[in-house]
């Protein structure tokens, strides 16, 4: 699966967009983008995923480039309730494998 | 999403004793589930997978003697981790891929966190 970049932290202002980068550079045609969050002492929470178009959810929006080498979560109006672990995940398509979990980037909410 | 279950959600034991830690798909049948492991501070490491119907597949260092895994039934998989020391201290973690949803997406547990003593 490709390796991915992600920045080690961020900071947001409540209410303000979180726009959190992922370089994927050698992904693959047939590899999705996903993307979870981990909140302190809990287990992780799927957000989003893509392949190839920008996709929104209830959540978060994911807008790709157009040679799938990086993408961008953005979570429209940050609340404290985000601060969390997030982790960018490459995977192959029907692999059935499990998910590999880098470092990930620490969002950091305050008021 | 689907929902993954585990109990117990903490646990706290005598080093020499054996724990088992349960992963339970409450709305899907997995016949794939996953077992992770996280240090304070660190990534989720994947330990193992968990096939129904057959012998888990271990990650490089996971010990299959000492982890020991059982996939029963298209809901349930359990971790026991026998003869516990503390160094085996950890947050365990198990997903399932739900096979009525988009493939690769899988839904995680909300852990169990385990203290020898």
């Known amino acids: 699966d490709a390796k991915t970049t992600q920045p080690p932290s961020m900071d947001c202002a409540e209410g303000r967009a979180a726009n959190l980068p992922c370089n994927h550079s050698?992904?693959?045609?047939?590899?999705?983008v996903y993307w979870y969050r981990q909140i302190h002492s809990q287990g992780p929470q799927y957000i989003i995923h893509?392949?190839?178009n920008n996709e929104t959810n209830e959540m978060a929006s994911l807008i790709i480039t157009e040679d799938r080498k990086s993408s961008t979560l953005i979570l429209p109006h940050a609340t404290l309730r985000d601060t969390a672990v997030y982790y960018c995940i490459v995977i192959k398509s029907q692999a059935g494998t499990a998910l590999i979990f880098g470092k990930g980037t620490t969002l950091s909410v305050s008021s | 999403g689907a929902v993954v279950s585990q109990h117990p959600s903490r646990v706290i034991c005598k080093s020499g004793t054996s724990v088992k830690i349960e992963c339970r798909s409450l709305d899907f049948q997995a016949t794939t589930m996953f077992w992770y492991r996280q240090f304070p501070k660190k990534s989720l490491m994947l330990m193992a997978t968990?096939?129904?119907?057959?012998?888990?597949?271990?990650e490089q260092g996971v010990e299959k003697d000492k982890f020991l895994i059982n996939h029963a039934s298209l809901t349930l998989s359990t971790l026991t981790v026998t003869s516990a020391h503390p160094e085996d201290s950890s947050f365990y973690i198990c997903?399932?891929?739900?096979?009525?949803?988009?493939?690769?997406?899988?839904?995680f547990g909300p852990g169990t966190r385990l203290l020898v003593l």
């Open positions: 968990s096939n129904e119907g057959s012998k888990a597949t271990y």
């Open positions: 997903s399932a891929r739900d096979p009525a949803g988009n493939q690769e997406t899988q839904y």
């Open positions: 050698t992904i693959s045609g047939n590899e999705y």
């Open positions: 893509g392949l190839k």
